[in-house]
Nanobody, 126 residues
Framework: QVQLVDSGGGLVQAGGSLRLSCAAS????????MGWFRQAPGKEREFVAA?????????YADSVKGRFTISRDNAKKTVSTLQMNSLKPEDTAVYYC??????????????????WGQGTQVTVSS
């Protein structure tokens, strides 16, 4: 069974940090674009960050640029991580990792992604 499993969420104060991880099983995702999305209550799922299959190209939403860092390690089970620094209350959401076989270097469109994690809750208190 092909699975992506998100972990690392939690409750943190504004200005704090969290590191999210995305573990893969059932197949290799070394040739897939990896992305992170988030969804806050009452809002649509929105793009956060993406990284090309080689790791050479990254792309971030303007709202997280300079604070979040996406990375990947194709040799490990944890295929992607999202380091989140200087967290703000508006970063509160359920965060999802995703894998796309169709994107070229990256994609901000959720419909392009083929596999999704179950989500991990991030709550930032003011």
């Amino acid at each position: 069974q092909v699975q992506l499993v998100d972990s690392g969420g939690g409750l943190v104060q504004a200005g704090g940090s969290l590191r999210l991880s995305c573990a893969a099983s059932g197949r290799t995702f070394s040739t897939y674009v990896m992305g992170w999305f988030r969804q806050a209550p009452g809002k649509e799922r929105e793009f956060v960050a993406a990284i090309s299959w080689s790791g050479d190209t990254t792309h971030y939403a303007d709202s997280v640029k300079g604070r979040f860092t996406i990375s990947r390690d194709n040799a490990k089970k944890t295929v992607s991580t999202l380091q989140m620094n200087s967290l703000k209350p508006e970063d509160t959401a359920v965060y999802y990792c995703a894998a796309s076989n169709g994107a070229y270097y990256y994609s901000t469109r959720p419909e392009v992604y083929d596999y999704w994690g179950q989500g991990t809750q991030v709550t930032v208190s003011s």
